[in-house]
């Protein structure tokens, strides 16, 4: 693989179901991030972690966890997933934290019904 | 609060010059970026600014004012493939991006 991956492209999930967004890079990336992009509003930092073993709170975390066993992947879980998570969810990692591009995963569409 | 202004529409004809605009308020500024994003895609980077200035970049160029809290993204001699929705995002004191909600630029031959 080069650069970001995400998996699966796309899902159909019933609403209360247990949920794992994969996300895997394989460019020695320190800092990985989470946002979801909703339609009329900017990306918002779900869960982020600057370094392997550690993560962060973003702007809305409520109902997601995140875990950073490596430096290359970094999973996102919906513990019981809701209606209102319906929405196309990014992976990205940047060299660092701050001042640092990010580069952004191919995004994955979840309909929660 | 925090909060990152841009134009939600924007029209301009291919072969012209468009100026599309970023105001912020935030907790804190580390920089500003300007992404890419074509519909269905993920977004790209374009650009960074952290000092006052025009930074530029073969057709695109970003200009940042931090006492205006103002950046505006300059893209020239447009493409059809410029289409696509332009993102501005402030790293704030905290190093997270906050970003706002992106300026869709339809190019019209």
Redesign the interface.
């Known amino acids: 693989i080069a650069g970001i991956t995400q998996a699966p492209t796309s899902q159909i999930l019933a609403a209360g179901r247990r949920m794992t967004l994969r996300c895997t890079q394989d460019m020695r990336h320190n800092a990985m991030y989470w946002y979801r992009q909703d339609l009329?509003?900017?990306?918002?930092?779900i869960h982020?972690s600057n370094t392997a073993g550690t993560t962060g709170k973003?702007?809305v975390p409520d109902g997601y966890s995140v875990s950073r066993a490596n430096t290359d992947d970094f999973p996102l879980t919906l513990a019981s997933a809701v209606p209102s998570q319906t929405s196309v969810y990014?992976c990205a990692s940047s060299l660092e934290?701050?001042?640092n591009?990010?580069?952004?995963?191919?995004?994955t569409r979840l309909t929660v019904l | 609060g925090q909060n990152i202004d841009q134009p939600t529409e924007m029209t301009a004809t291919e072969g012209a010059i468009v100026q599309i605009n970023c105001t912020y308020q935030t907790s804190g500024f580390n920089g500003l970026f300007w992404y890419q994003q074509h519909a269905g895609e993920a977004p790209t980077f374009l650009s960074y600014n952290v000092l006052d200035g025009l930074e530029e970049k073969g057709r695109f160029s970003s200009f940042l004012s931090r006492s205006k809290g103002y950046s505006y993204l300059l893209l020239k001699e447009l493409q059809m493939k410029d289409s696509a929705s332009y993102l501005c995002a402030v790293e704030d004191s905290n190093y997270q991006l906050i970003w706002g909600a992106g300026t869709k630029l339809i190019i019209k031959p």
């Open positions: 009329g509003l900017g990306l918002r930092l982020y973003g702007e990014f934290t701050g001042h591009e990010q580069f952004f995963g191919p995004g």
